[in-house]
């Protein structure tokens, strides 16, 4: 079982930064993918960044790219590991709710493919 914690969220104005922070646990968690997923009211839920279990690679929506930066650090003894996503320059159409997700090894873009998920956090930008 995959345990993800999340913080960060809050009330930013437009072209401001906001960090997102998931900390996630569990066995063999260091072989895990993690992805941050967004909704907005009266919205499905979507893909915004995604990153591997070894950290070499990131992906990220079209929407994202340029703005929006995803990392993760494992814990010395890797029981524990920490994605946050940095968000910059932000838009009022990057109000929602904010998710982050994990599954084995790779990142997939399709909220179905992820069997853990966070609570959730709200972010909301000002215009």
């Known amino acids: 079982q995959v345990e993800l914690v999340e913080s960060g969220g809050g009330l930013v104005q437009a072209g401001g930064s906001l960090r997102l922070s998931c900390v996630a646990s569990g066995q063999d968690i260091s072989r895990y993918a993690f992805s941050w997923f967004r909704q907005a009211p009266g919205k499905e839920r979507e893909f915004a960044a995604g990153i591997n279990w070894s950290g070499d690679s990131t992906y990220y929506a079209d929407s994202a790219k340029g703005r929006f930066a995803i990392s993760k650090t494992n814990s010395r003894d890797n029981a524990k590991v920490t994605v946050n996503l940095q968000m910059n320059n932000m838009e009022p159409e990057d109000t929602a709710v904010y998710y982050c997700?994990?599954?084995?090894?790779?990142?997939?873009?399709?909220?179905?493919?992820?069997?853990?998920w966070g609570h959730g956090g709200q972010v909301t930008v000002s215009s």
């Open positions: 997700a994990a599954r084995w090894t790779t990142p997939l873009r399709h909220p179905d493919e992820y069997q853990f």
